[in-house]
Nanobody, 114 residues
Framework: QVQLVESGGGLVQPGGSLRLSCKVS????????MGWYRQAPGKERDMVAY???????NYAGAVAGRFTISRDTAENTLLLQMNNLKPEDTAVYYC????????WGQGTQVTVSS
């Protein structure tokens, strides 16, 4: 069993930045896939970015060049740096880990509005 706790969401103006964190209840150095998803009201949950072993990363087209996913193995934390935020980035952001099963965090709200 793996527990995930997200933090770092909030209200930010367009063009601003936020950094999301996902604290994982176990060592992450050998976890194959870790990622961030988001779900806007009335929409499906979509992949934002994911990180696989070996340092490979993948981003949704809508966030490529603005968001950066990374792992802090010392703190067992998955990070998502979000820059140049847009109103369409407003959503609940979820952390996801695949390790013998798929695990999800409880989500953190990100609202981009002036």
């Amino acid at each position: 069993q793996v527990q995930l706790v997200e933090s770092g969401g909030g209200l930010v103006q367009p063009g601003g930045s936020l950094r999301l964190s996902c604290k994982v209840s176990r060592n992450i150095f050998n976890i194959g896939v870790m990622g961030w998803y988001r779900q806007a009201p009335g929409k499906e949950r979509d992949m934002v970015a994911y990180s696989s072993l070996g340092g490979n990363t993948n981003y949704a087209g809508a966030v490529a060049g603005r968001f950066t996913i990374s792992r802090d193995t010392a703190e067992n934390t998955l990070l998502l740096q979000m820059n140049n935020l847009k109103p369409e980035d407003t959503a609940v952001y979820y952390c996801m880990v695949v390790h013998g099963g798929t695990y999800w965090g409880q989500g953190t709200q990100v609202t981009v509005s002036s």
